[in-house]
């Protein structure tokens, strides 16, 4: 079972890969890299995103679009956590937000190619632990030498403004730090969080960049997410907790 979401994720983001699995032995291993011989010499990463169309509605009311003369320059999948906190654990107090923290990974080729796909991922990556996602793909970019992690979400300064960060290499600068613009609740149909048995998926945002803190980007949408919502009372949590969550993010330049 785990196997087969591993293989979705890993599949999903490859439309690619290598014929012989470096790692030799494992069946399992045996059988993705057959898996993955079927999308050998493919491009992964860093699709042309023209064609790519983004959900903007949750089914009754839509998040604005984004602003003209804006162009789609990301589609990356988030997972990491929500960060909360209580001040009492009283079935009277409401969980506060409290930042987040996630890793990124391009979903362009996806987003581009096969958009259905894509939008299955956030459920499937909630139910899989951070670190075998982030082992997996980086095993997937060794194999093709293309870069799938490409950045960082958090919040910064204290928790207050969320930041898409992409200096991964050396070289690049692209940064949005951000406000919420707007929200709507996410999809009735959207994965509760881990195994269907979280509190419900965050809602789908609208974040607009503060210009002084973003470099070249200007508009962030949290869409298809999974998981990441609080319970609904602080009754028996600690002052600080972290609930898992995947998303979609489209980064609009
Ligand atoms: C969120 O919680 C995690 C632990 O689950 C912690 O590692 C991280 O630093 C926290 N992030 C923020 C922004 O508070
Ligand atoms: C962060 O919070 C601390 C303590 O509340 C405060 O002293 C500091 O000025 C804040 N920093 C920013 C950048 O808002
Ligand atoms: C979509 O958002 C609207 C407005 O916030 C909300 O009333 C509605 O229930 C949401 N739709 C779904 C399917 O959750």
Known sequence: ????????????????????????????????????????????TGCDLSGAVMPETNGTKNLSPPDAGTSLARVVLGRGVQNYTCADSLSTTIPAANGAVATLYDASCLAACNPTLLHTLPDIMVNLPKDTIAESLSIVTRMTRQPIMVGHHYFAPNNTIPVFDFRVQRSDKYLLAGQRDEGVPAVTTASKGEMGVGYGAVDWLRIKAIPDMSVDYKLAYRILTAGGKPPATCQGMAKEFSVEYATEYWIYA
């Open 1 to 44: 079972m785990l196997f087969l979401h591993f293989a979705a994720v890993v599949i999903g983001f490859t439309s690619a890969a290598a014929n012989a699995f470096p790692l030799g032995a494992s069946p399992q291993l045996t059988e993705l890299a057959s898996l993955l011989s079927a999308y050998k010499n493919q491009k992964i």
